[in-house]
């Protein structure tokens, strides 16, 4: 079964950091290209992230230099490290590759 399940999420501080996970099965992590996304509420979802099959990641503006994508192929995993959060990053945040269907997400909530 094809399918991804995200992790990590919480409520974090501005200026905190967060790791979010994602857990991939049925599928081999380090053969797609895999990306991040997030919804804010009463927001359109956004993408965010990717890293390809030769670990060349891109990043929305406004992130670039805040997160961070990875991938652990041992693991099967791919991660998103944020750091210097702001209330604006609140959102549902997700992972996913072409064949897979929306996971579940994981909620981010970025308040003092």
């Known amino acids: 079964q094809v399918q991804v399940v995200e992790s990590g999420g919480g409520l974090a501080q501005p200026g905190g950091s967060l790791r979010l996970s994602c857990a991939a099965s049925?599928?081999?992590?380090?053969?797609?290209?895999m990306n991040w996304w997030r919804q804010a509420p009463g927001k359109e979802r956004e993408w965010i992230a990717i890293?390809?099959?030769?670990?060349?990641?891109h990043y929305l503006d406004s992130v670039k230099g805040r997160f961070t994508i990875s991938r652990d192929n041992a693991l099967n995993t791919v991660y998103l490290e944020m750091s210097s959060l702001k209330p604006e990053d609140t959102a549902v945040y997700y992972c996913?590759?072409?064949?897979?269907?929306w996971g579940q997400g994981t909620q981010v909530t970025v308040s003092s």
């Open positions: 996913k590759a072409s064949l897979t269907e």
């Open positions: 049925g599928f081999a992590v380090s053969q797609y290209r």
């Open positions: 890293i390809t099959t030769e670990d060349i990641t």
